[in-house]
């Protein structure tokens, strides 16, 4: 399997240690600037909450700039907007400049947005091979695996040509916008966050490679010059099987839902891709 999996037991823990090492990542960069892409969803809110918690005076974010992956076509102050609920769990308790916040303005015209948004990227992150390169790229996966706002049905995302495209969503018809599949797999660094047992089948199917996974927008995600990491609670995990790992290797047993089963496989995951601290 291209790339690393590191499975934690509770979300909790989970964003915890993925606070720590993107601290890390931010401390590499040795105060040059550092372009990273979020989401929302309920796993990113915890790794805000942490990052609240435990960096609030850091002096990092001073180089450390924001930019969503997507955002609802809503104004700020509403309950659904990913920029309105990282400013209340994490921007409002650190120390940040407002000028390293890169909002997208959910209460404009998405299409003119969407320019905007694109013209914004590329005039600040830097650029490579005629596409912006983020430092990181942060992404949650849906219960359907859609990533970022490109749903499934609609993979054409993944190959546009755009920056950012307005996207709608299948069920609600809400418009949204989002980066783009080559925008995302252009970045040097991209993490997926993925917990809770509604998960475990998508997470499966992605990384078992087969033709289910491939009809998945999270499974069109593939770095072209970069690191692709998969952070997931065991309950997202419990679907994963030892041969999806280690080809060779017999199946875990069947009750691989108890606790002394899930230390085996992190074990064997921490022992074979050197996870991240």
């Known amino acids: 399997m291209k790339g690393k999996l590191t499975i934690y037991k509770v979300p909790e823990e989970l964003a915890s240690s993925v606070a720590d090492q993107l601290m890390d990542w931010i401390a590499l960069s040795k105060g040059k600037r550092y372009d990273m892409a979020i989401s929302g969803g309920s796993t990113p809110n915890l790794l805000f909450a942490a990052l609240a918690s435990r960096y609030a005076d850091s002096t ?8 969503w992956v997507d955002e609802r076509m ?12 990282a400013q209340r769990l994490l921007f409002s308790k650190i120390r940040i ?5 890169h909002r997208i303005r959910g209460e404009r015209n998405p299409a003119l947005e969407a320019v905007s948004y694109s013209a914004e990227i590329a005039g600040s992150v830097p650029m490579k091979d005629g596409w912006p390169r983020f430092n990181l790229v942060l992404l949650g996966m849906g219960e359907d695996g ?13 190959k546009s040509e755009h920056i950012c ?3 709608t969503h299948p069920a609600t018809q809400q418009l949204r916008i989002t980066l783009t599949g080559e925008v995302i797999n252009r970045a040097a660094t991209v993490c997926f966050l993925v917990t809770g047992t509604a998960k475990a089948n ?3 199917e992605i990384l078992s490679k087969g033709e289910m996974g491939k009809l998945l927008p999270a499974g069109g995600i ?35 839902l108890k606790e002394d089963c899930f230390a085996i496989i992190e074990l064997t995951l921490f022992l074979h891709f050197q996870p991240v601290k």
Do not use: C, M
């Open 222 to 256: 593939h770095p072209v010059n970069g690191e692709l990491i998969w952070f997931a609670d065991r309950n997202a995990a419990q679907l994963l099987h030892r041969q999806l790992l280690f080809p060779n290797a017999s199946p875990f047993p069947k009750n691989h």
């Open 74 to 85: 809503v104004r700020s102050a509403d309950p659904e907007s990913n920029y309105g609920t």
């Open 165 to 167: 495209e307005v996207a």
């Open 97 to 101: 400049p407002e000028g390293n916040i």
């Open 202 to 204: 998508r997470l499966s």
């Open 60 to 67: 990092i974010w001073q180089n450390t700039h924001f930019w």
């Open 146 to 158: 859609h990533t970022a706002s490109i749903f499934p049905g609609h993979l054409a995302l993944l």
